[in-house]
C-alpha cells in the first residue's frame, strides 16, 4: 500500500480508513466524469493524496479555521486535508460544475461535515474571508496571490496563500514580486523520486 510508512502520525485508524476509501471513489466517479487521468489513477495515492498531505508535513492547521480550496478539481489538496483536519472548515471551489458534484459525491460518501463546495470563481466572491487558501498548481504564482488577497482575513490564523507547484520556479517567483517561504518535497517529506522538484510555496499575507 502506497500509504504504508508515509502517513501522518496524528491520524487516527479512522481517518486512515478514509483515506483507503478515496481511491474506490475516485475510481467510480471517474467512470462518470473524467476528473483524473487514467495515468494518474495507476499510481492514485501518490500522484493525489500524498502530494496533498505533503501540506500537513509542513502545517498544522487549527481547529475551526476556514481555509479555500481554490481551482480545486475532483477534490486535492482539500478533502485529504479535510480528512486529516475534521475540526477545521474547507470550502472547495472551482470553476468546473462537474468536478465540485464529484467533490460533493465524495465528501457526503465519506462525511466529511468540514467540507463545503461551490461552482464559481474565487474572483467573484465577495462576501466571505479565509485564515487561509490552498491550491495544487492551477495557475501562476502571481495569480493566485492575486485572488488569494482579498479573500483572507486581516486578523486570522496568518496561513496565507499555500501551494503546491512543480519544476524550475525561479521566473514565477520573481514575477510573483513576493517574499516566498519554499519547501521541497523530495528528501525532505517523501522519498518517491516522484517528488523531485516539487515544491510547498507560502506566502504570507
Known amino acids: 500500500m ?11 485508524d479512522e481517518q486512515q480508513e478514509k483515506l483507503l476509501q478515496l481511491k474506490d471513489l475516485y475510481a467510480y466517479w471517474n467512470q462518470q466524469i473524467n476528473v483524473i487521468s487514467r495515468k494518474d489513477m495507476d499510481s492514485f495515492y501518490i500522484h493525489h493524496v500524498l502530494h496533498s498531505l505533503a501540506i500537513a508535513k509542513v502545517f498544522s492547521f487549527q481547529p475551526h479555521a476556514t481555509l479555500m480550496d481554490l481551482g480545486c478539481g475532483g477534490g486535492f489538496p ?4 479535510a480528512i486529516c483536519f475534521p475540526q477545521t472548515h474547507f470550502h472547495m471551489v472551482d470553476s468546473i460544475g462537474k468536478k465540485i458534484k464529484v467533490v460533493l459525491a465524495v465528501a457526503e460518501e465519506l462525511s466529511l461535515a468540514n467540507i463545503t463546495a461551490a461552482h464559481t470563481r474565487a474572483e467573484d466572491i465577495k462576501d466571505r474571508k479565509f485564515d487561509g487558501v ?16 482579498p479573500l483572507l482575513k486581516k486578523n486570522g490564523a496568518g496561513y496565507g496563500l499555500i501551494c503546491l507547484k512543480g519544476g524550475d520556479l ?36
Open 2 to 12: 502506497e500509504l504504508q510508512g508515509e502517513i501522518l502520525d496524528f491520524v487516527t
Open 78 to 81: 482539500g478533502i485529504p486535508l
Open 134 to 149: 490552498i491550491s495544487r498548481a492551477v495557475a501562476p504564482l502571481k495569480d493566485l496571490w492575486r485572488w488569494s488577497q
Open 170 to 205: 525561479a521566473r514565477e517567483i520573481h514575477d510573483s514580486g513576493k517574499r516566498i517561504h519554499q519547501w521541497e518535497i523530495y528528501g525532505n517529506i517523501y522519498k518517491n523520486e516522484w517528488f523531485k522538484e516539487k515544491y510547498i510555496l507560502q506566502i504570507k499575507h
